[in-house]
């Protein structure tokens, strides 16, 4: 069986939840931080506990701060 095989089916939330959190962890950056990066770059909802909720996948990116574009009419 090839590592491919054993991986279990992932939603993207989970996916994106993941890459958030090993890239925090190489960075050796708290959840705390990694908030306050976001904030930076225009996502003013994130505190710590969004980051969490994220890399665990409790909580979908899309729901930290980020609106959908509305349709122009």
Do not use: N
Request: net charge positive.
């Amino acid at each position: 069986m090839v590592a491919s095989e054993m991986m279990l089916p992932m939603q993207i939330h989970e996916l994106l939840g993941a890459g958030i959190r090993a890239a925090r962890l190489r960075k050796g950056w708290r959840q705390q931080d990694a908030a306050e990066r976001f904030r930076m770059y225009g996502l003013p909802s994130w505190k710590p506990t969004a980051v969490g909720q994220v890399e665990t996948g409790v909580r979908k990116p899309l729901q930290c701060g980020h609106q959908r574009p509305r349709p122009v009419l």
